[in-house]
């Protein structure tokens, strides 16, 4: 069963801080990695994409993928009371199928 | 903003009744997926669809689910008959293509008394 771990937290870390969030994944072939930001009742909303080794940056959002090591991670710079939700990593499994594994999410708590 | 449209957007219903899901995925999009998200499970893949042809349907109970793809526009999941156990958010997602970031509806709550 191709897996992808996260830690379920809580993640607490204070306004302004900068949030780190980490996934490991189990199949070596995937390809695509994405992270999604899901608020209490709502869907799962696209925060990054990233294909490719290293850092990929989208204002206060930075990816950071290592296929070597077979993780992949999301840190928030100047984190917000608005960036306190639950962020699910997803892989593409077997390569690019479409065939998205999410973790089960990371809680983050930002308080002021 | 373009964005998939699902409905209905909460269906209460009793067991054993047939309980139908419809999804209207961006257009442009090619792939077209079902999701479950429980407490429990998180979010599962159910079915999903690429130009219309099913890909993968194995995440799906399929003596009880189905889904189609009747055109472009429409993505179908239907539950019959339905069990208490199938009350979750059921997601529907499109995207360019297989290998692109998916973007998801804002879900059917569906609860199975």
């Known amino acids: 069963q191709k897996e992808v771990e996260q830690n379920s937290g809580p993640l607490s870390v204070p306004e302004g801080a900068i949030a780190s969030l980490n996934c490991t994944y189990s199949?070596?072939?995937?390809?695509?990695f994405f992270w999604y930001r899901q608020y209490s009742g709502k869907s799962p909303e696209l925060i990054m994409s990233i294909y490719s080794n290293g850092d990929k940056e989208d204002g206060r959002f930075t990816a950071q993928l290592n296929k070597a090591s077979q993780y992949v991670s999301l840190l928030i710079r100047d984190s917000q009371p608005s960036d306190s939700a639950t962020y699910l990593c997803?892989?593409?499994?077997?390569?690019?199928?479409?065939?998205?594994?999410f973790g089960q999410g990371t809680t983050l708590q930002v308080k002021p | 903003d373009a964005r998939v449209t699902q409905t209905p957007r909460h269906k209460v219903t009793e067991m054993g009744q047939e309980v139908t899901m419809r999804c209207q995925p961006i257009?442009?999009?090619?792939?077209v997926f079902w999701y479950r998200q429980t407490m429990m499970q998180g979010l599962e893949l159910l079915a999903y669809f690429r130009n219309r042809a099913p890909l993968d349907d194995s995440g799906m109970p399929k003596d009880r689910f189905s889904a189609e793809m009747p055109d472009a526009t429409l993505a179908t999941l239907k539950i019959q008959p339905s069990e208490p156990r199938d009350s979750a958010v059921y997601f529907c997602a499109s995207g360019l293509d297989t290998y692109q970031p998916q973007h998801f509806g804002d879900g059917t709550r569906l609860s199975i008394l």
């Open positions: 257009l442009g999009h090619n792939t």
């Open positions: 997803a892989v593409n499994s077997s390569g690019n199928t479409g065939k998205l594994i």
């Open positions: 199949d070596r072939v995937s390809q695509s």
